[in-house]
């Protein structure tokens, strides 16, 4: 596989990473009352998933320059 | 002191300063030194896509649904994410093709069909008329309640106002002149609107700016942190419920993920998003620092929804008020006039980049039909 083509199937890759996150089963982990790091779980959870997920989607988007 | 007078002044001078940098950008690009060739504006520019109903509407919906809307802005995120194949692929065909706008590239993909063009026109531009007459009744209910200060009084409680007092009708006339002087100028494809463009990323950065202002007020500035204000929420029953609020007041999994595909699909294909991000588009190489600034943008304007939300709730308990208006009434509130001018113009920074482009998208179509 060639640079270009590793890089759109890293993003591809990506994207099924952040549907599976952001979907049933994991959003029924915290979809709970209590709290994680003294914010409600969920709200927390999405948040670090979701900057989890740029910062993967920014290293793959500079990478290779 | 928060005059009427006052208001109109600075919203005007807003407005005209969004006509400055549009005309200097203009001027810049005729003298070949382009403002908006820069991955920083072109990222900027793609958050036209949070319009008033983000700055006033997802603090509504939180209210009632916690983190019920956030797939509406996770989901562009997943889509971006293709964005390296995908969108540099519409990009290419769209310059091969020159292409104006987006029932023109439809329409190129069917054999150049001027009749699919001509039906995609006419529907975007039905479908984009409530969409616009809404942004700028945020603009009128949001200039009524802050007239009103120190009072909080929601406009239905006010009664009627004459047409000189019809804010929603002036700011449509100076947005159309905007758009005609802006964004329909140039019908040849490899032109761009340069100054549409800049003042588009300009007013991202003032909506951004007013609503981290409100969030950070809110939750250090009225409580002491993020823990602070959701453990006073936590000890309420109601809110309480929002903490968890799936398969409970934001309805099932299955709607939280046809929210994230719809939103998937509206990042792609809304025609202003299609404008800033394709027809707009000067250099491939932007979608490379767009893929992640644009969802930090994202992620950043929506850090504080809840906090806010729950901030309202506990403010403003008897329900009096209405959750769509707590970014703006909680620092009148408060007492801070200041914070609560900025944030009209952060409102009316959303909903006029909406207008604008909305409008210049329409436009483009109509002339390539």
């Known amino acids: ?65 | 002191m928060l005059h009427e007078t006052t208001i109109v002044l600075i919203s005007f001078l807003y407005l005209g300063v969004l006509f400055a940098i549009a005309y200097y950008a203009d001027e810049r690009a005729d003298a070949g030194r382009s403002v908006i060739a820069s991955p920083y504006v072109y990222s900027l520019s793609l958050a036209v896509y949070a319009t008033a109903w983000t700055f006033y509407g997802s603090v509504g919906r939180a209210a009632s649904d916690g983190v019920g809307f956030l797939p509406i802005y996770v989901g562009p995120t997943l889509m971006i994410a293709l964005w390296w194949v995908v969108l540099r692929k519409i990009l290419r065909i769209s310059k091969q093709n020159r292409i104006t706008s987006l029932a023109d590239f439809i329409a190129s993909r069917y054999g150049k069909s001027a009749l699919l063009g001509g039906l995609v026109t006419v529907i975007a531009v039905i479908g984009i008329l409530p969409y616009i007459s809404l942004q700028l009744k945020a603009v009128s209910s949001s200039f009524t309640i802050l007239v009103q200060y120190p009072e909080i009084a929601m406009p239905a409680t006010i009664g009627a106002t004459s047409i000189r007092q019809d804010t929603a009708l002036w700011v449509a006339l100076i947005l159309a002149a905007f758009t005609i002087a802006f964004g329909t100028r140039h019908l040849d494809a490899a032109e761009h609107h340069q100054g549409m463009v800049a003042a588009i990323a300009f007013e991202s950065l003032v909506k951004l700016l007013a609503f981290l202002a409100v969030g950070v007020f809110v939750t250090f500035g009225i409580y002491n942190g993020f823990g602070d204000l959701f453990a006073h929420a936590a000890a309420q029953p109601k809110m309480s419920a929002m903490f968890a609020p799936l398969e409970g007041v934001a309805g099932g999994y299955a709607n939280w993920v046809w929210l994230t595909i719809l939103s998937m699909m509206a990042i792609m294909f809304l025609p202003r998003q299609f404008q800033v991000a394709v027809i707009e588009n000067v250099d491939e190489k932007h979608v490379n620092k767009a893929i992640w600034l644009f969802p930090v943008y994202m992620l950043a304007i929506n850090v504080f929804v809840l906090p806010i939300a729950f901030g309202g709730l506990l403010r403003f308990p008897d329900g009096s008020v209405d959750a769509d208006t707590f970014v703006l009434t909680l620092p009148m509130a408060e007492k801070q006039e200041l914070l609560a001018l900025l944030v009209f113009i952060g409102g009316l920074s959303a909903a006029t980049g909406m207008v604008i482009v909305g409008f210049a998208g329409c436009d483009s179509m109509n002339a390539a039909t």
């Open chain 1, 1 to 65: 596989m060639n640079e270009l083509e590793s890089k759109s199937a890293r993003f591809v890759a990506l994207c099924m990473l952040g549907m599976v996150l952001f979907n049933y089963p994991f959003l029924a982990l915290f979809n709970v009352t209590g709290s994680l790091f003294g914010v409600p779980a969920l709200y927390a959870y999405l948040f670090i998933a979701w900057a989890a997920l740029i910062t993967l989607m920014a290293l793959v988007a500079e990478s290779g320059h």
